[in-house]
């Protein structure tokens, strides 16, 4: 078996996992300070996946950018598709925190939600 | 003038945290004063995720986080002045604010919490040679502009420095189509946190230059490219190893500095090293009824450090308001002291031994150390040893205290200095 030490990026502790893998099996893995960690590496190593966060337009709000990310996280290689789908979306005042605005980015069967509530102007 | 039992100056989240655990604690009349036009500070612009996963279980993107604490303070009523400055804040704890409704006011607190957060360091202080031209600047001046206000400041980027602003700006740039060109490390180490090092970097192969700096700044109006060296041990510039990297932007993260004009003008002693207050375990100042927590006290990398730090000052507060004891008159003080490898700790000092219940020590080292033990010594015994995988500047590091290790602080009086070293 080959041993891979990978950086668990679940949580802000970012720590060093061993991980024991042969092309796709997942054998022991060690290093994690609880159990996220190990779902993370076993991921990490066969299908990896990010969350991801930006803006989208808003008008008539406060602000003229709304925050957005997706739901849970979403295949890695995906991430510039889905940016540029995004990019093509605006969205009105008033947003709250929680709501979809984009259903199911790029057929990931993953949603884009706002990550913050933008009254209207006045 | 306005009567306050509390002011809290800053609605971030450290002010937050503060204000809604007085109100726990039984305070009724309290302000929060905030210079932004909205609460919520600093996180409002931080949109990316990783934040609150010790705190609140799971992991929040900053507006969120900061909605969360804000939608509590609104549900408790507590008041507060948004797109209001404090200017000034006498040792007598009167406060004098600025807003363009109210025009100048003067409040008089019983007591204050200090949660101003910290700034950024700009160019200014590093002094790089060269132009002056536009296209430089500070990471977390640029993250506003692109998450808040929605404009790119340029197409092609440098980044110097490698703190945790300046690698989550990499990696949001590089999204939103410029090409980040590589960040500059001036030390052997990233400052950052690895896991942003992973995500905002390796993820996007963008090159990590450490022991590099910028030496020169070329352009006349516009930014047109840097010069860049590898440095020797001691910080220096080699000769011959200068590689010009065309780019028109040049990102700053090169730390940020607690914002303390306001507490220097309260006549609070500030450390030297940290540039915060220095405070006890309570959070308590050297300024009677004046307490400090958040980014205000010391550079926190995580927000969730900064509300349980919050809590600590809100509940002390709370209790001082009550029963009017002034926070310095606590009999025998101990301090603490960075040992071998430490840079600092937090609280500086230990003061109300009679009621401590727990205590926690921040600290930071001064350079990478793997496989070290964590000792806290008093006198000549040990408080507390522990090994930890990897230490490093960039990351803070917490010892907690059990009640036994307490007992030999209150029993001990011969001795007055709890020392933290790292041992290898
Ligand atoms: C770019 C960036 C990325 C980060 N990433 C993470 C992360 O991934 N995970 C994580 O856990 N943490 C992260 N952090 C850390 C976290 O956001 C901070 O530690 C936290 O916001 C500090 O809270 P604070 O309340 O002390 O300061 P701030 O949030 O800065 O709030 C201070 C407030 O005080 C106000 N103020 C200052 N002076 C005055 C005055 N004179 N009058 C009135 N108001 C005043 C300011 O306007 C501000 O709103 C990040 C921080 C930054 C900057
Ligand atoms: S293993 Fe657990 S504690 Fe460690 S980084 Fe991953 S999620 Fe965080």
């Given at each position: 078996m080959e041993e891979r030490i990978i950086t668990c990026i679940?949580?802000?502790?970012?720590c060093r996992l061993n991980v024991e893998a042969e092309n796709d099996k997942i054998g022991n893995i060690s290093?994690?300070?609880?159990?996220r960690g190990k779902t993370y590496a076993a991921e990490e190593c066969t299908a990896p996946k990010r969350m991801l966060t930006t803006t989208v337009r808003v008008s008539?709000?406060?602000?003229?950018f709304l925050p957005v990310k997706t739901e849970r996280a979403i295949p890695k290689g995906l991430i510039r598709q889905c940016m540029e789908e995004i990019r093509s979306v605006q969205v009105s005042a008033p947003v709250k925190a929680?709501?979809?605005?984009?259903?199911n980015i790029c057929g990931t069967g993953v949603d884009i939600i706002a990550t913050r509530s933008i009254p209207c102007q006045n | 003038m306005l009567k306050v039992d509390l002011a809290v100056i800053g609605g971030g989240p450290a002010g937050l945290a503060a204000a809604l655990e007085a109100r726990k604690n039984g305070i009724e009349n309290i302000l929060i004063i905030e210079r932004?036009?909205?609460?919520?500070?600093?996180?409002?612009?931080?949109?990316h995720n990783g934040f609150g996963?010790?705190?609140?279980?799971e992991e929040l993107t900053g507006p969120e986080y900061a909605e969360r604490f804000v939608e509590q303070v609104k549900k408790e009523g507590i008041a507060y002045k948004t797109s209001t400055m404090v200017l000034d804040i006498r040792p007598d704890r009167t406060i004098t604010a600025v807003n363009s409704t109210d025009g100048l006011i003067k409040i008089s607190a019983a007591c204050i919490i200090l949660a101003m957060g910290c700034r950024e360091r700009t160019r200014g202080t590093l002094n790089i040679p060269g132009d002056r031209p536009?296209?430089?600047?500070?990471a977390g001046t640029a993250q506003r502009f692109v998450n808040?206000?929605?404009?790119?400041?340029?197409k092609k980027v440098v980044i110097l420095g490698s703190g945790d602003i300046g690698l989550i700006m990499a990696r949001r740039l590089t999204l939103e189509g410029?090409?980040?060109k590589m960040v500059c490390e001036l030390?052997?180490?990233?400052?950052?946190?690895t896991r942003n090092i992973v995500q905002c970097l390796e993820d996007y192969n963008i090159p990590l230059r450490l022991s590099h700096t910028v030496v020169k700044i070329h352009g006349k109006d516009r930014l047109k490219g840097v010069t860049v060296a590898k440095v020797d041990s001691n910080r220096q510039p080699i000769k011959g190893t200068e590689e010009y990297v065309e780019c028109d932007t040049l990102l700053l993260s090169v730390g940020l500095i607690p914002e303390n004009e306001l507490s220097r003008g309260a006549g609070i002693q500030i450390d030297p090293v940290t540039s915060g207050p220095v405070v006890d375990e309570r959070m308590?100042?050297?300024?009677?009824g004046i307490f400090a927590c958040g980014n205000v006290v010391h550079v926190h990398d995580l927000v969730d450090n900064v509300t349980m730090e919050s809590i600590t000052a809100g509940r002390n507060a709370a209790k001082y308001i009550l029963?009017?004891?002034?926070?310095?008159?606590?009999?025998r003080s101990i301090k603490t002291v960075p040992g071998?490898?430490?840079?600092?700790?937090?609280?500086?000092r230990i003061s109300d031994l009679e009621n401590i219940e727990e205590l926690k020590l921040f600290f930071r080292t001064n350079d990478v150390y793997r496989n070290a033990l964590v000792v806290v010594h008093f006198g000549q015994k040990t408080l507390y040893s522990a090994k930890r995988q990897k230490l490093a500047p960039g990351e803070m590091e917490t010892v907690k205290l059990k009640s036994e290790a307490l007992a030999e602080l209150v029993c001990d009086t011969s001795c007055d200095e709890l020392k933290v070293d790292i041992e290898l």
């Amino acid at each position: 078996m080959e041993e891979r030490i990978i950086t668990c990026i679940v949580c802000p502790m970012g720590c060093r996992l061993n991980v024991e893998a042969e092309n796709d099996k997942i054998g022991n893995i060690s290093g994690n300070r609880c159990s996220r960690g190990k779902t993370y590496a076993a991921e990490e190593c066969t299908a990896p996946k990010r969350m991801l966060t930006t803006t989208v337009r808003v008008s008539g709000g406060i602000h003229p950018f709304l925050p957005v990310k997706t739901e849970r996280a979403i295949p890695k290689g995906l991430i510039r598709q889905c940016m540029e789908e995004i990019r093509s979306v605006q969205v009105s005042a008033p947003v709250k925190a929680g709501d979809i605005i984009v259903k199911n980015i790029c057929g990931t069967g993953v949603d884009i939600i706002a990550t913050r509530s933008i009254p209207c102007q006045n | 003038m306005l009567k306050v039992d509390l002011a809290v100056i800053g609605g971030g989240p450290a002010g937050l945290a503060a204000a809604l655990e007085a109100r726990k604690n039984g305070i009724e009349n309290i302000l929060i004063i905030e210079r932004e036009k909205e609460l919520g500070g600093i996180l409002q612009q931080c949109i990316h995720n990783g934040f609150g996963l010790h705190y609140f279980g799971e992991e929040l993107t900053g507006p969120e986080y900061a909605e969360r604490f804000v939608e509590q303070v609104k549900k408790e009523g507590i008041a507060y002045k948004t797109s209001t400055m404090v200017l000034d804040i006498r040792p007598d704890r009167t406060i004098t604010a600025v807003n363009s409704t109210d025009g100048l006011i003067k409040i008089s607190a019983a007591c204050i919490i200090l949660a101003m957060g910290c700034r950024e360091r700009t160019r200014g202080t590093l002094n790089i040679p060269g132009d002056r031209p536009a296209g430089i600047f500070t990471a977390g001046t640029a993250q506003r502009f692109v998450n808040m206000e929605g404009y790119m400041p340029g197409k092609k980027v440098v980044i110097l420095g490698s703190g945790d602003i300046g690698l989550i700006m990499a990696r949001r740039l590089t999204l939103e189509g410029a090409e980040v060109k590589m960040v500059c490390e001036l030390l052997p180490y990233s400052g950052g946190l690895t896991r942003n090092i992973v995500q905002c970097l390796e993820d996007y192969n963008i090159p990590l230059r450490l022991s590099h700096t910028v030496v020169k700044i070329h352009g006349k109006d516009r930014l047109k490219g840097v010069t860049v060296a590898k440095v020797d041990s001691n910080r220096q510039p080699i000769k011959g190893t200068e590689e010009y990297v065309e780019c028109d932007t040049l990102l700053l993260s090169v730390g940020l500095i607690p914002e303390n004009e306001l507490s220097r003008g309260a006549g609070i002693q500030i450390d030297p090293v940290t540039s915060g207050p220095v405070v006890d375990e309570r959070m308590a100042t050297s300024v009677e009824g004046i307490f400090a927590c958040g980014n205000v006290v010391h550079v926190h990398d995580l927000v969730d450090n900064v509300t349980m730090e919050s809590i600590t000052a809100g509940r002390n507060a709370a209790k001082y308001i009550l029963s009017c004891k002034d926070t310095r008159s606590v009999g025998r003080s101990i301090k603490t002291v960075p040992g071998h490898g430490v840079r600092y700790i937090v609280p500086q000092r230990i003061s109300d031994l009679e009621n401590i219940e727990e205590l926690k020590l921040f600290f930071r080292t001064n350079d990478v150390y793997r496989n070290a033990l964590v000792v806290v010594h008093f006198g000549q015994k040990t408080l507390y040893s522990a090994k930890r995988q990897k230490l490093a500047p960039g990351e803070m590091e917490t010892v907690k205290l059990k009640s036994e290790a307490l007992a030999e602080l209150v029993c001990d009086t011969s001795c007055d200095e709890l020392k933290v070293d790292i041992e290898l």
